[in-house]
């Protein structure tokens, strides 16, 4: 159980164009999501926090306009990185928190494959 | 501001032999801290939790010590095989929000 899938795996784009990132929970409901950056060999670098049916909670320095996320679901969490440059390159990754009262734990998070996005 | 510091940033040992990772945190008191594994281009996999009010815990060959005092977990594999081979992620946490370190990168040699 606790399965998160996130599509595409591997993107490439033009610099300039926007590129959506999915994260799905597919066997349980999350009311929270969570996109992540990492750069190489270097730690996960959380971007903002994603609740389902309100507005996502970004980090400091994490610029909202430019990292559009909708949580329209229990299940569905998107990442638009609009007008993408070559410095948004990087790899993204989502994870999704088991609700509470629900086995295991209820602090721990369940990550996605993670996405490439090379910005050319 | 919080400091995440894993001991070092690559561990090379024998298979059979037991590895031991070292996480230490600066300026933050988590509820509890997790470690989780990490296969390169892929997401991290959780593997163990432990609260602050636990001192140790296993699961299989591995086990977590969290030392609130020292401001320090141990993460150790017992028995390493070369599948242990990954980096290891550290990550205290409070309430529902994570801080990760930069990993430990392991390998076993056979």
């Known amino acids: 159980g606790a399965v998160v899938s996130q599509h595409p795996s591997w993107v490439i784009c033009k610099s300039g164009t926007s590129v959506k990132i999915e994260c799905r929970s597919l066997?349980?409901?999350?009311?929270?999501m969570f996109w992540y950056r990492q750069f190489p060999k270097q730690s996960l670098m959380l971007m903002a926090t994603?609740?389902?049916?309100?507005?996502?909670?970004?980090e400091q320095g994490v610029e909202k306009d430019k990292f559009l996320i909708n949580h329209a679901s229990l299940t569905l969490s998107t990442l638009t990185v609009t007008s993408a440059h070559p410095e948004d390159s990087s790899f993204y990754i989502c994870s999704a928190r088991i609700p509470p009262g629900t086995v295991p734990s209820t602090d721990t998070q369940y990550f996605g494959p993670g996405t490439r996005l090379t910005v050319l | 501001s919080q400091k995440i510091e894993q001991n070092s940033e690559a561990l090379n040992i024998q298979e059979g032999k037991t590895a031991t990772l070292t996480c230490n945190y600066t300026?933050?008191?988590?509820?509890?801290l997790q470690w989780y594994r990490q296969d390169p281009g892929r997401g991290p996999v959780f593997l163990l939790l432990?609260?602050?009010?636990?001192k140790e815990k296993r699961k299989e060959r591995l086990k977590v010590t969290f030392d609130t005092t020292l401001k320090q977990s141990l993460f150790h594999i017992t028995a390493s095989q070369p599948a242990d081979s990954a980096t290891y992620l550290c990550a205290p946490g409070d309430d529902y929000k994570l801080s990760f370190g930069a990993g430990t990168t392991v390998t076993v040699r056979a």
């Open positions: 994603s609740n389902e049916g309100s507005k996502a909670t970004y």
């Open positions: 300026n933050y008191s988590p509820a509890y």
């Open positions: 432990i609260r602050e009010n636990e």
């Open positions: 066997d349980f409901q999350a009311t929270t």
